[in-house]
Nanobody, 125 residues
Framework: QVQLVESGGGLVQAGGSLRLSCAASGRTFSSYAMAWFRQAPGKEREFVAAISKNGGSTYHSDSVKGRFTISRDNAKNTGYLQMNSLKPEDTAVYYC??????????????????WGQGTQVTVSS
């Protein structure tokens, strides 16, 4: 089993930055890939970014490419999502996800077995 806890969300003005963290516990952290998804009210859960087990490969959605960066620190059992140049349309609940077998270019939420509880990000215009 893997437990994931997100933190770092909040209210920020458009153009600002936030860094989300995902603290993991349970199985060996470096044995699973991690991803970030987001879900806005009334919308489906959307893929944001994913990172391989050793952090050597990343994949970002077109909507965040060049603004968001996913990373991980396997020594700290923590994943991160650095979000810059935030826009009002980035407003959503952001979820951390993990899976032992996923290919990181897979964007389907159901592919991931483990999820955090989410953290709210609100970007004001």
């Amino acid at each position: 089993q893997v437990q994931l806890v997100e933190s770092g969300g909040g209210l920020v003005q458009a153009g600002g930055s936030l860094r989300l963290s995902c603290a993991a516990s349970g199985r060996t952290f470096s044995s699973y890939a991690m991803a970030w998804f987001r879900q806005a009210p009334g919308k489906e859960r959307e893929f944001v970014a994913a990172i391989s087990k050793n952090g050597g490969s990343t994949y970002h959605s077109d909507s965040v490419k060049g603004r968001f960066t996913i990373s991980r620190d396997n020594a700290k059992n923590t994943g991160y999502l650095q979000m810059n140049s935030l826009k009002p349309e980035d407003t959503a609940v952001y979820y951390c996800a993990a899976d032992f077998h996923v290919i990181i270019t897979t964007t389907t939420p159901s592919t991931y077995d483990y999820w955090g509880q989410g953290t709210q990000v609100t970007v004001s215009s």
